[in-house]
């Protein structure tokens, strides 16, 4: 195995306090850090644990092609491994959750011959199941990119959670720094083949502050188009005729109950 | 504005943070938030308070919405 390495980590939503100890010691004492994440209390936690970390940000260009930019991403994380260093990158959330840099940074140097590896962070979708009290264990769960899915038309079971992200740049493949909304009807008139117009909608935001809520917008499907959806939006349905409901749609009784009869995770 | 510098704080401090969920108002003034940034931070509402960090760090790159 030639030097330089490679281990790509997430720094969680909240940055700092959901930083895992792994990926903590993987910043601290990597040779380089180059760090992509979504505002600036992120971007001082992965500067003060390494104070050799750089962003990637100036390559987020605006009307670039995402994948030419993810590309590029790849190449200036893979320039100092090259050189025999040990590089950390590091992304906002999970580094592979919607993390395509990550996984092509590590695809790539293993295919260099490279020791490569990726850490888990806590994802925007971790924090929503916590958040809006979800149990992808109950009805299943289903996760698409919301451009994929309309464009892709999966085949949907509308009996499990439907979580699609990436609503407010529905159609768009280049860097976008401000939500684009204007496809969102058809997203809309896709989801009321499946659901009714009164099913409610979830548009979630999770906080990347500790003293900050989620953002919670709950609207019937047929609003949706109209309803002032987070910057960060992703949306989220719950089962049309669910085994059993969300809990905290639940009353309390029928919670305590659930908790009794839960199975262990492992024996 | 001293949002960023007070986000920043109770990110790297678990004695802060517990000492706003005690005290919000208390803590957030003994930082040396004004009553308009006390106003902000009290909305709880992170599109608000990612708003006032942003224009604290005009350094920061653009806002990555697609990963």
């Not at chain 1, 895992?20 to 992509?36: G, K, P, S, W, Y």
Request: aromatic share 6%; net charge negative; charged share 20%.
């Amino acid at each position: 195995v030639p030097p330089g390495s490679l281990i790509v980590v997430g720094t969680g939503i909240r940055a700092g306090i959901q930083l895992t100890d792994e990926a903590r010691d993987a910043i601290e004492h990597a040779d380089e850090v180059l760090f992509l994440v979504a505002e600036p209390v992120a971007a001082g936690v992965v500067r003060r644990l390494n104070p050799r970390a750089r962003t990637l940000d100036h390559l987020y260009e605006p009307g670039v092609e995402r994948r030419r930019t993810y590309e590029a991403m790849v190449e200036e994380i893979m320039a100092p491994v090259r050189n025999g260093l040990s590089v950390c990158a590091a992304f906002y959330g999970h580094p592979g959750v919607f993390g395509t840099p990550g996984h092509a940074a590590v695809r790539q140097a293993r295919a260099e011959g490279y020791a490569a590896v990726m850490l888990p962070g806590i994802s925007a979708e971790d924090c929503l199941f916590a958040d809006l009290g979800i149990d992808p264990g109950t009805s299943g769960c289903q996760t698409y990119e919301a451009t994929r899915f309309l464009v892709q038309r999966p085949a949907i079971d509308t009996g499990a959670v439907l979580v699609l992200w990436q609503v407010s740049v529905l159609g768009r493949s280049d860097c976008v720094t401000e939500p684009d909304l204007t496809q969102l009807p058809l997203l809309v008139e896709r989801l009321l083949e499946l659901y009714s117009p009164d099913h409610e909608v979830i548009a979630y935001e999770a906080s990347p502050y500790p003293v900050a809520d989620a953002k919670v917008r709950r609207v019937p499907l047929a609003s949706l188009a109209a309803a002032d959806v987070p910057w960060l939006a992703t949306i989220v349905l719950a089962p049309a005729q669910p085994t059993e409901a969300p809990v905290e749609a639940r009353s309390s009784t029928a919670r305590t109950a659930a908790a009794a009869t839960t199975l262990p995770l492992a024996e | 504005m001293k949002i960023a510098a007070y986000m920043k704080h109770l990110t790297d401090d678990a004695n802060a943070r517990a000492e706003f969920h005690r005290d919000p108002e208390g803590a957030m003034t003994r930082f040396g938030l004004n009553s308009e940034e006390r106003a902000i931070v009290t909305t709880r509402d992170p599109a608000k308070i990612r708003a006032e960090v942003t224009r604290a760090s005009p350094q920061h790159g653009p806002l990555v919405i697609t990963f």
